[in-house]
């Protein structure tokens, strides 16, 4: 592992059907960025790692060899051997200024268990979270979802939580992108908050690609 590599965080938080592969695309188009595509959960069974090392480490700290729990981890070395293994996950090279992951399965952890997942995550990671929404009434129309009777319900209480989340949750770095806003191409003020250069043929180019998804190839990109 290339030990001066430090890269950046971006991570998507969303739903299925909600545009996540198109702003991955969009994302990666941007140059130096390697966002990859959903991880059946792993990163969140990594974070669970992490906050039982961390308690590992706070409760046997200075205990000597004789201990039962003995360790010689420090909280800062494992929040830097986590980070590094996310980051090398999604970057094997080694070369990316940025990295992240798109995921939509943070449904399954509604509730606290979410809230300590993107807490430590920010913690480990100092990352930037792009919060991706869809009309919900769309979204239950589409695909799998038209399936699920509680669809509407659940993915509210989702985009709630977020919501709270982020309200209570001030000082960490969000930005909150609609599907709609990506389909009308309007995501000038997404590469403002990243901080990136709005390349209009780039963009142009990626959603013009059927990214994963139904498209009837009238996606455009907003000059403005």
């Known amino acids: 592992m290339v030990e001066d590599w430090n890269p950046s965080f971006v991570i998507p938080v969303t739903y299925g059907r909600s545009g996540s592969t198109l702003l991955m695309?969009?994302?990666?188009?941007?140059?130096?960025?390697?966002?990859?595509?959903?991880?059946?959960?792993?990163?969140?069974?990594?974070i669970d790692f992490y906050i039982n090392m961390r308690d590992v480490v706070f409760n046997t700290n200075g205990k000597g060899v004789?201990?039962?729990?003995?360790?010689?981890?420090?909280?800062?070395?494992?929040?830097?051997?986590?980070?590094?293994?996310?980051?090398?996950?999604?970057?094997p090279s080694h070369s990316a200024k940025c990295v992240g992951w798109k995921e939509i399965r943070y449904i399954r952890h509604l509730g606290s268990d979410l809230g300590?997942?993107?807490?430590?995550?920010?913690?480990?990671?100092?990352?930037?979270?792009v919060f991706l929404t869809r009309d919900l009434d769309d979204t239950c129309k589409s695909e799998w979802w038209a399936r699920n009777p509680n669809c509407k319900k659940?993915?509210?209480s989702f985009e709630d939580f977020v919501f709270r989340y982020i309200e209570d949750n001030k000082s960490q770095d969000w930005f909150h992108l609609t599907?709609?806003?990506?389909?009308?191409?309007?995501?000038?003020?997404?590469?403002?908050?990243?901080?990136?250069?709005?390349?209009?043929?780039s963009v142009k180019k990626v959603l013009a690609h059927p990214w994963g998804y139904?498209?009837?190839?009238k996606i455009k990109v907003s000059k403005i």
């Open 154 to 156: 659940n993915l509210g």
């Open 214 to 217: 139904k498209t009837d190839g």
């Open 66 to 91: 004789d201990d039962a729990w003995y360790n010689k981890c420090s909280l800062e070395h494992l929040k830097l051997v986590v980070r590094r293994c996310m980051a090398s996950i999604c970057d």
């Open 179 to 201: 599907y709609e806003d990506l389909c009308k191409g309007n995501v000038r003020s997404l590469f403002s908050f990243l901080g990136e250069d709005f390349d209009y043929e």
């Open 116 to 129: 300590k997942f993107l807490s430590n995550l920010f913690f480990i990671s100092d990352c930037r979270f």
């Open 25 to 46: 695309g969009l994302l990666n188009s941007i140059d130096g960025y390697s966002i990859v595509g959903e991880n059946n959960d792993s990163m969140k069974y990594l």
